[in-house]
């Protein structure tokens, strides 16, 4: 059974200075995907990111990056330059095979608060 | 990406009635998803929508309370029955598209529910 673990229930950050948001996760399986969602106060979930587990590359969409470490069973999350509107519960997930048939599996959030 | 749309986006309810919630999605998927969200909580996956064919439920959701319906690839509806406050959860839609190489998972705004 896949699990996704997010040990940061919440942190506090300097706007402007990078934060790293931590993700582990477990599976048996070979192939998988990892997703990071962002959602504010609002509701709505923002897809952010996505890393393949067969992806040579760590992921990358403007501000985000995606710190993948496969034999560790780490994706962690990198906001560069944090802005005020980055304060927000950030969600890591993970579906296995390369496939839209499996469903993704959320970890618990970490709410991300920006200082001025 | 695919946009998602739902309605209603918010409701109060009466204990004992049920609700049912339309996602629309302006593409077509192959893969439609509904995740609950409880207060404070992550999201729970319950169900995947399947098109011609019954929805395949996660444990601890069954079809009697979570009637699912998919008519075709772009338009799903989840109906919450004899609802109580346990039910007061915000209901988000979610679809898989896979576009450029690219996996992703969208959601729709989300239903917010209140049962009194």
């Known amino acids: 059974a896949q699990k996704i673990t997010q040990t940061q229930p919440g942190m506090f950050v300097q706007e402007k200075e990078a934060v790293t948001l931590d993700c582990t996760y477990d599976t048996s399986d070979q192939s998988y995907g990892l997703f990071w969602y962002k959602q504010p106060s609002s509701g709505e979930m923002i897809f952010l990111i996505y890393?393949?587990?067969?992806?040579?590359q760590n992921a990358t969409e403007g501000r985000y990056s995606l710190n993948f470490q496969k034999a560790r069973k780490s994706a962690n999350l990198v906001i560069s330059a944090s802005q005020l509107g980055d304060s927000a519960m950030y969600f890591c997930?993970?579906?296995?095979?390369?496939?839209?048939?499996?469903?993704?599996?959320f970890g618990s959030g970490t709410r991300l608060s920006i200082r001025p | 990406s695919a946009v998602i749309s739902q309605k209603p986006s918010r409701d109060i309810c009466q204990r004992g009635t049920s609700l049912t919630i339309q996602c629309q999605v302006d593409?077509?998927?192959?893969?439609m998803f509904w995740y609950r969200q409880q207060p404070g909580q992550s999201l729970t996956l319950i169900a995947t929508a399947n098109q011609g064919s019954e929805a395949t439920y996660e444990s601890g959701f069954v079809i009697d309370k979570f009637p699912i319906s998919r008519p075709n690839l772009t338009f799903s509806t989840l109906t919450v029955s004899n609802m109580s406050p346990e039910d007061s959860s915000i209901y988000l839609c979610?679809?898989?598209?896979?576009?450029?190489?690219?996996?992703?998972?969208?959601f729709g705004p989300g239903t917010r529910l209140l049962v009194l």
């Open positions: 979610s679809a898989s598209d896979h576009r450029d190489g690219q996996e992703t998972q969208y």
């Open positions: 593409s077509q998927v192959t893969m």
């Open positions: 890393q393949g587990s067969y992806d040579e």
């Open positions: 997930a993970m579906r296995e095979e390369y496939s839209s048939a499996s469903k993704i599996i």
